[in-house]
């Protein structure tokens, strides 16, 4: 434990002290203490809002992945051993494929003479190529694809711990298939699903290569932003700003959605 | 009691086709890109079309002549190498500690070696690169490695306390009793036992580091240009046929190792 604890504290823990000191100067080089980075975040428009938007994305991409991956867990916790394994194959491919390839695909799919759209071309669904590149519905809809499996995974091992005889006990009892999903298994699953959450938001919100590539350069999230200021601006003590913002705020939406876990889990066992 | 068993079953079958058909999209949106570019890349013409026009292999061949994707996925691969080196080492060894001891430090340890996963990965590169300007260095391989492995040990620590947890104590007493030292008793008993648990964590380290971007963005220096840095710049600025045939042969590579990693470790089972 002791040599991952040292490289923890001199390459983890050093560098985001250093991160939070700088945030507080105005420049690199003068020593006075300022708020001033912080104070400029939240007084520009432009600023906080990609905050925001950055943090909407996360919620409406981790909404798609549930549900669309709650019904995958739920089938691969009901299928026979063999088919457990092919399904669970073909859940973790994308997500040990490289992030960028996988997004690469996506522009194939997605660009004006993209799948999509010679699809709904030919079913005369629309008359023109649909803008479905440099858009939100686009990220969100690559996001979701990209970070399904960190979804699926934690609600499959959830699902597949819960005891069968609840479910049948439900059903002798005289509860539809319909009433024992919702009553029984969904609230037995929800520390999975609060899991499942937690993963795939804190990726979604981080996922630099998708929203850039997906997003293109008029769709600005925190990411980029960052990484704008720092690269391209050259203003570290601004960037350090708004990189403790963003870390701040994941861990907050982190901290949230692991309080509704912990109420979800008495709930579960009550 | 034929009236709700008849409606039971009504109910039954609309649940399962329900999730069935939301499953089964799923699915599809999962594999499809995948497959949609692996069989791009054997297209025949300038463009990145999809159904391609023509089959060949033309754009893999012209990989050959591509040094500086070359260059890049050399270093991608060495960079990946010494992080999964790294992670396996120093995770073995904290998983060890974690799992036999019940101590608060032990639990803070935990949160903090997990924390790199929640945290946005791209915000610790950036503080990284900070870091060591202060100490008065630039940015090279070895602090590359260094951040990877902060981002990377996660993967090994999750999957070998998982194998640990479900390793039975009385082996271990068995084999102490039998007159084996600690290390012995790690070689001969722990580590046969634990080896699938690590194998797929070592094996998702390597994934994670290779395909890396927000810590190796400010990490790598000019010299060492890395993979998937080169490719994003690539794709964001010209859309080379090239890049396609790259990105198919990482598709493949990735495919043949995963297939690997079930038949050794049983990647699937570690996974859940």
């Known amino acids: 434990m002791l040599?991952?604890?040292?490289?923890?504290?001199?390459?983890?823990?050093?560098?985001?002290?250093?991160?939070?000191a700088l945030s507080l100067?105005?420049?690199?080089?003068?020593?006075?203490?300022?708020?001033?980075?912080?104070?400029?975040?939240?007084?520009?428009?432009?600023?906080?809002?990609?905050?925001?938007?950055?943090?909407?994305?996360?919620?409406?991409?981790?909404?798609?992945?549930?549900?669309?991956?709650?019904?995958?867990?739920?089938?691969?916790?009901?299928?026979?051993?063999?088919?457990?394994?092919?399904?669970?194959?073909?859940?973790i491919l994308p997500i040990l494929t490289s992030v960028v390839v996988r997004t690469f695909a996506w522009i194939v799919i997605l660009g004006r003479q993209g799948v999509l759209n010679q699809i709904a071309l030919s079913l005369h669904l629309t008359d023109e190529p649909l803008r479905l590149l440099y858009t939100e519905p686009g990220v969100v809809m690559v996001l979701a694809q990209v970070q399904m499996p960190l979804?699926?995974?934690?609600?499959?091992?959830?699902?597949?711990?819960?005891?069968?005889?609840?479910?049948?006990?439900?059903?002798?009892?005289?509860?539809?298939?319909?009433?024992?999903?919702w009553r029984v298994t969904?609230?037995?699953?929800?520390?999975?699903?609060?899991?499942?959450?937690?993963?795939?938001?804190?990726?979604?919100?981080?996922?630099?290569?998708?929203?850039?590539?997906i997003g293109g350069a008029r769709l600005i999230y925190m990411p980029l932003h960052i990484y704008q200021q720092a690269i391209g601006a050259n203003n570290w003590p601004f960037a350090a700003a708004i990189s403790v913002i963003f870390m701040v705020a994941v861990l907050a939406a982190v901290a949230l959605l692991s309080l509704l876990g912990r109420k979800s889990e008495s709930y579960g066992s009550a | 009691m034929v009236a709700p068993r008849y409606s039971t079953d009504w109910e039954a079958l609309s649940l399962r086709l329900v999730f069935g058909a939301l499953a089964a999209i799923a699915i599809v949106f999962l594999v499809g890109p995948t497959v949609i570019?692996?069989?791009?890349?054997?297209?025949?013409?300038?463009?990145?079309?999809?159904?391609?026009?023509?089959?060949s292999l033309r754009w893999y061949a012209a990989l050959l002549d591509a040094d500086q994707m070359q260059a890049a996925a050399w270093n991608s691969l060495v960079v990946a190498f010494w992080t999964t080196v790294l992670s396996v080492v120093l995770g073995t060894a904290a998983a060890l500690g974690i799992a036999r001891?019940?101590?608060?430090?032990?639990?803070?340890?935990?949160?903090?070696?997990?924390?790199?996963?929640?945290?946005?990965?791209?915000?610790?590169?950036?503080?990284?690169?900070?870091?060591?300007?202060?100490?008065?260095?630039?940015?090279?391989?070895?602090?590359?490695?260094?951040?990877?492995?902060?981002?990377?040990?996660?993967?090994v620590l999750r999957t070998t306390i998982a194998a640990l947890s479900q390793l039975d104590p009385a082996l271990l007493d068995a084999s102490q009793s039998l007159g084996a030292g600690g290390w012995r008793t790690f070689r001969?008993?722990?580590?046969?036992?634990?080896?699938?648990?690590?194998?797929?964590?070592?094996?998702?380290?390597?994934?994670?580091?290779?395909?890396?971007?927000?810590?190796?963005?400010?990490?790598?220096d000019e010299r060492s240009e890395m993979l998937p840095i080169?490719?994003?710049?690539?794709?964001?600025?010209?859309?080379?046929?090239?890049?396609a045939a790259v990105s198919g042969l990482i598709v493949m590579f990735t495919l043949i190792l995963m297939l690997l990693a079930e038949r050794l470790a049983g990647l699937t089972r570690q996974m859940r």
């Open chain 1, 151 to 181: 979804m699926v995974l934690p609600i499959l091992t959830v699902l597949s711990k819960i005891d069968p005889n609840l479910a049948d006990a439900s059903r002798v009892l005289g509860a539809g298939e319909w009433r024992t999903l």
């Open chain 2, 101 to 155: 001891s019940r101590s608060p430090l032990a639990r803070a340890c935990d949160v903090l070696f997990m924390s790199p996963l929640l945290l946005p990965a791209l915000a610790f590169g950036f503080a990284a690169l900070i870091f060591i300007h202060r100490l008065g260095f630039s940015p090279s391989i070895p602090f590359l490695v260094l951040g990877h492995t902060v981002v990377c040990v996660p993967f």
């Open chain 2, 230 to 243: 080169h490719l994003w710049q690539q794709i964001e600025t010209n859309l080379d046929v090239r890049t």
């Open chain 1, 25 to 91: 100067h105005a420049d690199t080089a003068t020593a006075t203490w300022t708020a001033a980075n912080y104070v400029k975040f939240f007084t520009d428009r432009f600023n906080y809002s990609i905050l925001w938007d950055t943090l909407f994305l996360g919620v409406k991409a981790t909404l798609v992945c549930l549900v669309f991956g709650y019904p995958i867990a739920w089938i691969c916790a009901r299928a026979s051993a063999r088919w457990q394994s092919v399904l669970v194959f073909l859940v």
């Open chain 1, 186 to 213: 969904v609230p037995l699953s929800l520390p999975g699903v609060v899991a499942g959450c937690i993963l795939t938001y804190s990726a979604c919100v981080t996922a630099f290569v998708t929203q850039t590539l």
């Open chain 2, 188 to 220: 001969r008993v722990t580590l046969p036992l634990i080896a699938p648990g690590l194998g797929a964590g070592a094996f998702l380290a390597f994934m994670a580091s290779f395909d890396n971007v927000p810590v190796s963005l400010f990490l790598a």
């Open chain 2, 37 to 55: 570019m692996l069989l791009t890349s054997f297209t025949a013409s300038q463009s990145l079309k999809f159904p391609p026009d023509g089959l």
């Open chain 1, 3 to 20: 040599p991952l604890a040292a490289l923890f504290v001199a390459f983890f823990v050093a560098p985001l002290i250093v991160l939070l």
